[in-house]
């Protein structure tokens, strides 16, 4: 292999490892959304016209804006030992 | 581990998404683009449930960002195995093809990629990726030798206190940074952060107790550096020398109170747009040893030739400075196109920037070491899991490559000053000028001219009020006068004060000055409260008050003028002057002696006729004769002549005229409220008049034009205010500016021989070039003075005074001052609207110094204070401070901060030793000398209440006087 080659496989090796760092597991809980502002405990009405919003476009954001998002994670069994 | 995407990725880390995240209610971690995982738990439980929040900041005007969560089980061995690998193979990559280490490591990893099983779902993958993990540590470890150099490195996180976003928001930026500090601290026992800068952590115990407790901690641990020395990251162009003081005083005091730590050494500015020359002596004279910054390497023009280097100030201080050289390592400098010397506060202690740091270093012959601060930064954020897994990769070495090392900020200057023994250092005299952000100086008038008035106004009511509470009863208001103080100090921040921040910010600002002189005069009428019996008068509202005290805030004794409304004339204590043209009357107190008061009597004025509003003569030019002058004005304002009778010369030449207005178009390429492109001179546009110029006084005392012009909507209306029997001549200017991305100056082409000139900076001033002959002098084009510029020959000279403003360009003998630049990002309101200060043109016999300038300047800026009473006796005696020299000047009388005693200030303004002779009379006291925090150094010998010292040249001295 040329030095170029060699790059390119070295390259390749550490995308792979990359990958192997971790698996992906199912997410089972639902994201609720809804916007907050300064000076508020994010203690979301789960029930707003917003979320309604959020879950029409899927997009959030605008300047100096505050939104806050719930959701439940269980572990799943075959994460378990691991980070 | 869970994993956010928010789209957000090519977001500058100033925009970008930021999320607290909340586990089962507590707060545990934060997220953002470069921070998109949160570890649940270091060992996952099966079936273990967790109530997730996320408390999201959005700053990115598009509503574009998404939420995509996802759940992932990271396996800690391979991912070792993945840091190791990667940082071997970045540093190969970046080493020269020629290079034998570069062949070597190649051939390390190939063998190492080889025994990996790198097919996704065998079952020997991970064993197979471990046994080549630890095969290639142990061949990286065998090839070891001993580094080139120590990179020492700090995690960081650099977080503007306000600038595209609020104040408000800065609050939850430093509690969502200082988290994500303790959460990487929780699952890395090795990481070290620096964080400088009170203010945040004041920000962080107010609002979240829980956190700061944290912190506490961490630092108690050494883990967590408290170091800066100032109470944030300020503007030490504009800030003055007594505010800068302060930043230290309260910067020093809040880490040691707060966290019990040692005495801050290190001056932390990593991102301020130059240094004033003053930084040294009062670096010194506050036990701060040591400076760092990576600005300065953002010069447009020069690179700056020194990394390590004895930064010397202009009384001869020297501190050991140096700038961090972080930024990327480019394998064949010799074939870069573009000329880049730019280094970085937000490093990511990666291969290419450790190796990067060593190589930029420009002081390799007298040191092997050199610092680096990692961590993402501007609007917060901070290191990542990823920066610590290459930093400690890096830490353990790669061949002699640049090597690791986790440190502290001060341990680096104390192993670099220990290193520096016996080398020959090099030194830089003078000031450390940002060829770069040059409209800073004049960028939103209105925040300087408060910064600037306030100031002022705190210390005179501190001097006020120790004069109340050691001759009266007053109880000295340690408490409110830190507190106005610690606004002027947040408001002095390096994208507040230099006109760098959104619109909103400025709104805040307005207020913060509005509550600073609210504190200060409410102390003021206090103290003179509290001094009444001492002046035999009884506090009253003006309309019944028969007597007002004149109090002289100068240092030197001065004839005073003070302005009174038609409802009162003075009968006694002060010589009536002439009526103005608004309707008031002026008045001398005669020689007041400094910081001293005088007593007048008034009577009700009978008399209402008053000549406002009436104009008393109107032309195209007008001609007025002075003592001093023969002078004509044009109906725009010019100078058209101004012959001075004593010196048998014009100041001007015919068809260049004085105080000629221009207007610049000023479209800089980047950083529009901060820059000003050279080109900017290359073509100007005038100003058009209104009417003729008015003659709206013509007294006894003075005799004042008044012109309007015009520039597209814009207007300017200016008072020119000649005095019969001074050489002062005053132009009061009120404009209503409505043109975006320009700029205004007020030009003085004096016929003088000079290609310098003096300009006053921070207790003290320096000398400029004004012919360019170097890239260095050209690179100057505008440069920073604050109350006077003085342009001088051999026996005769000129300066410019001003009441708010900063920014001055000179070319040969023609000085102009900038007046406004209404850049439109990131305010796009940047210096639209109203706006009124005086600038003052001052001939004089001689120099700056024989010609009084220092004083003309003061005069101007600091006016006297007036406060209206009843009359009940006959005293009317304020102790005075008497100093036996003119070139000593003396801004600070204070209470110590100890509670104990009075703190008086003074500076030496003309650059020689002088001796002085002085007293203040507080009755019997011992002297001491101190340095700028207040700590005896030794005792001084008072005889008779004279106290007796000399002064080196610009040297600052603090004095505490205890009964
Ligand atoms: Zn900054």
Redesign the interface.
């Known amino acids: 292999m040329n030095r170029t080659q060699t790059e390119q496989y070295l390259k390749t090796a550490l995308s792979a490892l990359s990958d192997l760092r971790s698996e992906q597991m199912e997410l089972t809980g639902e994201v609720r959304w809804t916007p907050y502002d300064y000076g508020k405990d994010p203690s979301p009405d789960q029930s707003s016209k917003e979320w309604e919003s959020f879950e029409r476009d899927q997009t959030w954001g605008g300047k100096d804006l505050h939104f806050c998002f719930d959701t439940m994670v269980t572990t799943p069994a075959q994460a378990a030992g691991k980070n | 581990?869970?994993r956010l995407n928010t789209g957000?990725t090519n977001v500058w880390n100033a925009d970008n998404?930021q999320v607290f995240v909340?586990l089962n209610g507590v707060l545990t971690g934060t997220m953002d683009m470069n921070h998109h995982e949160l570890?649940?738990?270091?060992?996952?439980?099966?079936?273990?449930?967790?109530?997730?929040?996320?408390?999201?900041?959005?700053?990115?005007?598009?509503?574009?960002?998404?939420?995509h969560?996802?759940?992932?089980?990271?396996?800690?061995l391979?991912?070792a195995?993945?840091y190791d690998?990667?940082v071997a193979?970045e540093v190969a990559?970046l080493l020269r093809?020629d290079d034998e280490r570069k062949i070597l490591l190649?051939d390390i990893?190939?063998k190492a990629?080889l025994m990996?099983d790198?097919r996704?779902g065998q079952q020997e993958?991970e064993q197979s990726?471990c046994d080549a993990g630890a095969w290639l540590r142990k061949t990286l470890e065998e090839h070891r030798s001993e580094s080139v150099c120590e990179v020492y490195s700090i995690g960081h996180t650099h977080i503007d206190v306000a600038w595209k976003?609020?104040l408000?928001?800065t609050r939850?930026k430093a509690a969502r940074s200082f988290q994500t500090v303790l959460s990487l601290m929780k699952e890395y026992p090795e990481y070290v952060f620096m964080s400088s800068q009170p203010q945040l952590y004041q920000f962080v115990k107010e609002d979240r107790p829980a956190l700061y407790k944290q912190i506490k901690e961490r630092v108690k641990e050494g883990r967590w550096e408290t170091e800066g020395a100032m109470w944030l990251g300020a503007d030490c162009n504009l800030s003055s020398g007594e505010s800068l003081v302060r930043h230290i005083l309260h910067g020093k005091r809040f880490f040691k109170q707060e966290f019990g730590c040692d005495e801050n050494l290190v001056l932390w500015l990593p991102d301020v747009f130059g240094y004033s020359a003053a930084l040294p002596q009062i670096m010194k004279k506050s036990g701060v040893k040591y400076f760092m910054t990576t600005k300065i390497s953002w010069n447009d023009t020069n690179k700056f030739p020194y990394d390590t280097v004895y930064w010397e100030g202009i009384d001869g201080s020297r501190v050991l400075s140096h700038f961090i050289t972080t930024t990327n390592y480019v394998p064949y400098p010799e074939l870069s196109v573009k000329r880049n010397f730019n280094t970085t506060y937000n490093g990511l202690e990666n291969a290419s920037q450790v190796m990067g740091s060593w190589q930029r270093y420009q002081n390799k012959d007298i040191s092997k070491k050199v610092l680096t601060c990692y961590g993402y930064g501007d609007g917060g954020g901070g290191t990542t899991r990823e920066m610590i897994e290459q930093g400690k990769r890096l830490q353990n070495g790669i061949l002699n490559l640049p090597r690791v090392r986790f440190s502290t900020v001060r341990k680096f200057f104390e192993d670099l000053e220990q290193e520096l023994q016996n080398k020959q250092v090099p030194s830089w005299y003078g000031e450390l000028y940002l060829e770069f952000h040059r409209g800073t100086y004049t960028s939103m008038g209105a925040v300087k001219q408060k910064n600037r008035q306030c100031e002022f106004l705190l210390q005179n009511t501190e001097t006020l009020a120790t004069l109340a509470s050691e001759t009266a009863e007053m109880v000295y208001p340690h408490k409110e006068l830190d507190a106005a103080w610690k606004l002027l100090l947040l408001n002095q921040f390096h994208d507040i004060l230099p006109g760098s921040s959104i619109e909103e910010v400025y709104t805040q600002a307005a207020e913060d000055y509005q509550k600073i002189e609210r504190i200060c005069t409410e102390l003021i009428d206090r103290s003179f409260g509290a001094l009444s019996s001492n002046l035999s008068v009884k506090p009253c509202d003006q309309t019944q008050a028969d007597a007002a005290i004149v109090w002289n805030p100068l240092s030197f004794g001065s004839d005073l003028v003070i302005e009174l409304d038609g409802k009162k004339t003075v009968a006694s204590g002060a010589e009536f002057l002439q009526d103005t043209a608004y309707g008031t009357k002026l008045y001398r107190v005669q020689q007041v002696p400094a910081k001293a008061a005088r007593k007048l009597l008034l009577a009700s004025n009978t008399d209402q006729s008053s000549g406002a509003g009436t104009v008393l003569a109107e032309q195209e030019k007008i001609c007025v004769e002075t003592e001093f002058y023969s002078a004509t004005v044009s109906s725009t304002g010019g100078i058209l002549r101004l012959y001075d009778k004593e010196q048998n010369r014009d100041l001007f030449a015919e068809r260049a005229p004085g105080n000629c207005f221009k207007v610049f178009d000023d479209r800089p390429n980047e950083y529009d409220s901060w820059n000003i492109d050279a080109s900017y001179s290359l073509k100007s546009f005038a100003t058009t008049p209104v009417c003729n110029a008015q003659l709206v006084e013509d007294g006894e005392y003075r005799k004042v034009i008044r012109v309007r012009t015009k520039y597209r909507s814009s207007t300017i209306e200016q008072n020119i205010i000649f005095y019969l029997h001074s050489r002062r001549i005053d132009f009061e200017t009120k404009i209503d500016w409505q043109e975006h991305q320009h700029l205004l100056k007020a030009e003085f082409p004096f016929q003088l021989f000079s290609r310098k000139i003096s300009a006053d900076i921070q207790f003290g001033n320096v000398e400029r070039q004004t012919h360019k002959k170097t890239s260095r002098e050209q690179a100057q084009f505008e440069m920073c003075a604050h109350k006077w510029v003085d342009c001088s020959e051999n026996g005769y000279g000129a300066a410019l005074l001003n009441d708010s403003k900063y920014g001055y360009s000179a070319e040969g003998a023609t000085i102009s001052l900038t007046l406004l630049k209404s850049g439109i990002y990131p305010n796009e309101n940047c210096d639209i609207g109203h706006h009124a200060f005086t600038y003052s043109l001052y001939p004089h016999k001689e120099d700056f110094r024989t010609g009084g300038v220092v004083q003309q300047a003061y005069r101007l800026n600091c006016k006297p204070i007036t406060f209206f009473a009843q009359n009940v006796g006959n005293e009317d005696c304020l102790p005075s401070l008497k100093l036996s020299a003119d070139n000593i000047i003396c801004e600070t009388i204070k209470k110590a901060e100890s509670g104990e005693g009075v703190v008086v200030r003074m500076y030496e303004c003309y650059g020689c030793q002088t001796t002085l002779d002085w007293e203040y009379d507080l009755g019997e006291c011992q002297a001491f000398e101190c340095d700028l925090l207040e700590r005896v150094e030794k005792q001084l010998p008072v005889q008779d209440g004279n106290i007796s010292c000399v002064f080196a040249p610009y040297e600052i001295k603090t004095f505490l006087l205890k009964k």
């Open positions: 581990m869970l957000a998404p909340y570890l649940l738990e270091q060992v996952a439980q099966a079936g273990k449930q967790y109530n997730v929040r996320f408390y999201a900041y959005s700053n990115y005007s598009q509503k574009t960002n998404f939420f969560l996802t759940l992932h089980a990271v396996n800690p391979i991912e195995v993945y690998f990667k193979f990559a093809e190649y990893l190939t990629a990996m790198l996704n993958v990726i976003w609020p408000r928001q939850e």
